[in-house]
Structures are given as structure tokens and as C-alpha cells.
């Protein structure tokens, strides 16, 4: 490569570090990719007054039917909350089968176990005197286009919107450090694209096959970690030849996914 071209990468990677930055911001996950969910609407339909709810708390059942259960754990990238409508949460643990507890002045109602039907599910919890029931609204899978597939309780398919707002957060994280990285080991703007195809394939991963696994909340955010340093490693060492060594890659993906996913952790 001639002398005048390598005198304009710095400024290749420099606007690739403002387009970043000028990347939208939102909520969103970064490295450990989007949370299976369950949301929860209220219906207070069937009882005969008004009640007055203390706490819901949600179990994950290691059999199907929750003789053997724990509350989920309390942990980053783990949590589950109410409001005056309904209750929503974000869940790391495995296990399919899952029950819910209403504990109010002077009852606790319990719900029949139910299974998580899809990656975001949606319920109603309908109130009865005596119980509580999990009834399926409908559920919906991730992805990276713009179209989400949604399965309605009647067996319908149907699409909705559904930005990957989790890719661009990721990218506004890591290229930046990335492009530090680069001007520092003097390598050339190609190389970021390498960085770029090892996350889209370690986001591939963390997405639609970790979440399948029945693994704790603490084994997942280390396997994601430890998947996504080792692809983006691969896919850094072996593209970028000689330019990068196989040690300043592992340091780059190293320090990427560490910032990455304690950034991702720790949103609300």
C-alpha cells in the first residue's frame, strides 16, 4: 500500500467512530444480545371486588409441574416488576415451565404452571377469587431485520415492526474502542470490517442458540462472553493476516466484549 494511502486510514476510522456515536440510542442489550421475556396484562374480570396486591412473584419450575420451584434470581440482566397493569421480565435462567404467586392482604393466589410459548411472551393473569390464571396472548421471536414473526393464541402468523436496536447499541459500544485499537496497532480500515463480520456471527450465536439452553443466569452471561471474545478472536486473527497477530486480537475482542456486555448488563 503507498504512503498516501496509508495517510488517509486514520481518517477512514475516525468517521467511522462519528458514525457510530451518531448511531440512535435506546434501550437495548449489547453483547448478551435481547432477554427472552414474559410480560403480563391484568385482568380483574372475574372477581367480585376490588383487591389490594402486595407482590407477584414469579418461579422458575424445574419440573412441569412446579412441585420443585425457586423465584428468579435477582441479578444483572435478570429482573421482573409490576405496575398497576400487569408485570414484565426479562429472564437469563433456563427451564420452559414457570408459575406465578399473587400475594394480597389477606389471600395468596397461586397460578396453574404454564410454559414460556415463545422468545418475547405475552399473557393475561386473570384474577379469581381463589387463583390466578396464565392465559397465552400470543408470542414473538427476534430478528434482524425490520419484521418480527408473531404466533396469536389462535394459531394466526402475523409480522410487526421490531428494530435491532441490540446490533446498533453493540456497534456504538464497540466500534469506537475498536477503532482506537486499530490507529493504535497502525492496521488498516479493512480490518474493521473483520471486526464487524465476528460480531454479527457471535450475535448470531448468543441469539438463537444460547437462550435455547437450560443453563443459570450466571452460566449464560459467561458462556455468551467466553463465545463471543472467542469468535470475534477467530474471525479477527485469521482475516486480518499478518497486519494483526493472533495476541493483539485476542486483546481486541478481549476488551470489545468485556465493555460490551457489562454496558449491556447493567442498562435498565
Not at 19 to 42: K, M, N, R, S, Y
Not at 193 to 204: E, Q
Not at 219 to 236: A, D, F, M, Q, R
Request: with cysteine; hydrophobic share 50%; proline share 4%.
Amino acid at each position: 500500500m503507498s504512503a498516501k494511502h496509508r495517510r488517509f486510514e486514520p481518517l477512514n476510522i475516525f468517521l467511522i467512530l462519528l458514525a457510530a456515536v451518531a448511531l440512535p440510542q435506546g434501550t437495548a442489550e449489547a453483547d448478551i444480545g435481547p432477554h427472552p421475556t414474559l410480560e403480563f396484562e391484568f385482568d380483574f374480570s372475574g372477581l367480585n371486588a376490588s383487591v389490594d396486591i402486595d407482590e407477584v412473584i414469579l418461579f422458575t419450575c424445574r419440573d412441569d409441574d412446579c412441585v420443585e420451584r425457586e423465584e428468579l434470581w435477582d441479578v444483572p440482566g435478570q429482573t421482573f416488576g409490576c405496575d398497576q397493569d400487569g408485570c414484565s421480565g426479562t429472564l437469563l435462567t433456563g427451564g420452559p415451565t414457570r408459575q406465578i404467586e399473587v400475594r394480597l392482604a389477606d389471600r395468596t393466589l397461586t397460578s396453574q404452571p404454564f410454559k414460556k410459548e415463545g422468545f418475547y411472551s405475552h399473557y393475561k393473569l386473570i384474577f379469581l377469587n381463589d387463583e390466578v390464571k396464565v392465559e397465552f396472548v400470543y408470542a414473538s421471536e427476534p430478528s434482524f431485520g425490520n419484521i418480527a414473526t408473531i404466533t396469536s393464541v389462535d394459531g394466526r402468523i402475523h409480522q410487526r415492526l421490531d428494530l435491532t436496536m441490540a446490533v446498533l447499541f453493540t456497534l456504538l459500544v464497540e466500534i469506537p474502542l475498536a477503532g482506537l485499537f486499530l490507529l493504535i496497532f497502525k492496521a488498516r480500515f479493512l480490518d474493521m470490517l473483520w471486526i464487524l463480520l465476528g460480531n454479527a456471527i457471535s450475535l448470531a450465536v448468543v441469539w438463537f442458540i444460547v437462550p435455547l439452553l437450560p443453563l443459570t443466569a450466571l452460566s449464560v452471561t459467561i458462556l455468551v462472553l467466553l463465545l463471543s471474545i472467542l469468535i470475534e478472536w477467530g474471525v479477527l486473527g485469521w482475516l486480518s493476516g499478518k497486519r494483526i497477530t493472533w495476541l493483539k486480537a485476542g486483546v481486541i475482542s478481549l476488551v470489545l466484549n468485556v465493555v460490551s456486555t457489562i454496558v449491556g448488563l447493567f442498562l435498565p
